[in-house]
């Protein structure tokens, strides 16, 4: 199983950024994917998952609105649209496998991260 995540850096507050999370090693389809995100001295948070049973599904109240999940099965990858960037969503981002079905601490497969940093 690999994931990789790429497309974050810095961004002023209120622009936008688009995360991907390029999945192999396993049936794509047949698995949730979901997006975290921990912030210096904070624990890892779920923000939001997907997958082809149960569509996309929101964790964080804060996202709502501003966040979008959506996948290409061509391509194995699960998109992170972020909106309206915030200082407070500055965090590295993970995408994992079964994101969404199993409490955080008990999922095995994540990709490296990657740093998203909004600028006030």
């Known amino acids: 199983v690999q994931l990789v995540e790429s497309g974050g850096g810095l961004v002023e507050a209120g622009g936008s950024l688009r995360l991907s999370c390029a999945a192999s090693?396993?049936?794509?389809?047949?698995?949730?994917i979901g997006w975290f995100r921990q912030a210096p001295g904070k624990d890892r948070e779920v923000v939001l998952c997907i997958s082809s049973r149960e569509g996309s599904k929101y964790y964080q109240d804060s996202v709502k609105g501003r966040f979008t999940i959506s996948s290409d099965t061509a391509k194995n990858t699960v998109y992170l649209q972020m909106n309206s960037l915030k200082p407070e969503d500055t965090a590295v981002y993970y995408c994992?496998?079964?994101?969404?079905?199993?409490?955080?601490?008990?999922?095995?497969?994540w990709g490296q991260g990657i740093q998203v940093t909004v600028s006030s």
């Open positions: 090693g396993f049936s794509f389809d047949a698995y949730a």
């Open positions: 994992a496998k079964d994101g969404g079905v199993y409490g955080t601490a008990d999922l095995t497969d």
